[in-house]
Each structure stands twice: as structure tokens, then as C-alpha cells.
């Protein structure tokens, strides 16, 4: 962060989605103005904002030029697939390299063509070290188990984090990394 010259006071990590935007009732982004306001005149000056997202890059540019976000600091997208910097969003080539570590999105792709319950998310939502995927709220115990065996069997599953969310019933592939 070459906006700071000392380490930060404070650090604020937050979500976008129902956490800085899309509140019901605040259209008018009121919610988000006064953040803006705060962090502006109390915080901004020697501490960090970072906004952390399940959303693609491309999406989260897209809401930046529906909403008045801040900048921040540090955008963290793709459910931590992905960091970068700054209002040119400078990708962080250390965590790039840390997602590259021994992933094979060949073996993920190809054990996950084999269930049909599975249909891919948008291209949008598609990155290098995450795939996204829709599944029938009903089957998402089932595929999981099967899914964590095969890539399991095959060496993978040491490396990937399954990780089902109920909304659009989805399921994430991405590195695990601890």
C-alpha cells in the first residue's frame, strides 16, 4: 500500500452484497454515502479498506459503476481466488503464484463433467482457479460426497475446498491454501 508511509491504524474488511450494497430500502445508497463520508474524514489517511467478494472482477467493476463505492485499497474477488490493488486492481502476483501450487483445474473439470447435476454458473463467473457451478438444492449433499471421493482418489482433494452455497444453489471449486 503505497498510500500509507507507516502500517496501518486499522484495517476494515467487508463484503459488498447486503454488507456496503443492495440494502432493502436504501435505493438512494444512503447506508453506503455516510460509510463513504466516515471513512473519508476519520479513517482514510493511515488505514486500510478492503472489500472482499464472492463476485468476479468483471462484476464487481460493473456494481463500481453502478454504486459509489470507494476505491479500496485491496480488492479481494472470486471468493479469494483472486487480490489486487489499488484503483487499477494490479493483481497479486504472490497469490497467484500460491493458487498455481499443484492446481489442476483439468482433473476438477474432467471429474466434474461426469455429473450431470452439475451445470456450469455464466462464463462470468468462470476463473483460473475457480469453477462455479449451479445444483438442485436436493442433490448438493449427494454431489459434494461423490465429488470430494473422486477428487479425492485422484490427489486433488487436498488441494480443493468444496464449498456449497444456497444461493443459486452453487457449488465453488477453488485451492485451499491453509
Known sequence: MERLTSPPRLMIVSDLDDTMVEHRNDNDNHSLLRFNSLWEEAYRHDS???????????M?????????????????TSVGTEISYGKSMVPDENWVEIMNNKWNRGIVEEETSKFPELTLQAETEQMPH???????????????????QRLEKRGVIRLINLVYLFFPFSIFLFVDVH
Open 130 to 148: 475457480k469453477l462455479s457451478f449451479h445444483v438442485d438444492k436436493s442433490k448438493v449433499k449427494e454431489v459434494t460426497k461423490e465429488l470430494y
Open 48 to 58: 486500510l479498506l478492503v472489500f472482499s467478494t464472492g463476485r468476479a472482477k468483471t
Open 60 to 76: 464487481y467493476k460493473k456494481l463500481r459503476k453502478e454504486r459509489p463505492l470507494l476505491t479500496p485499497d485491496v480488492i479481494v
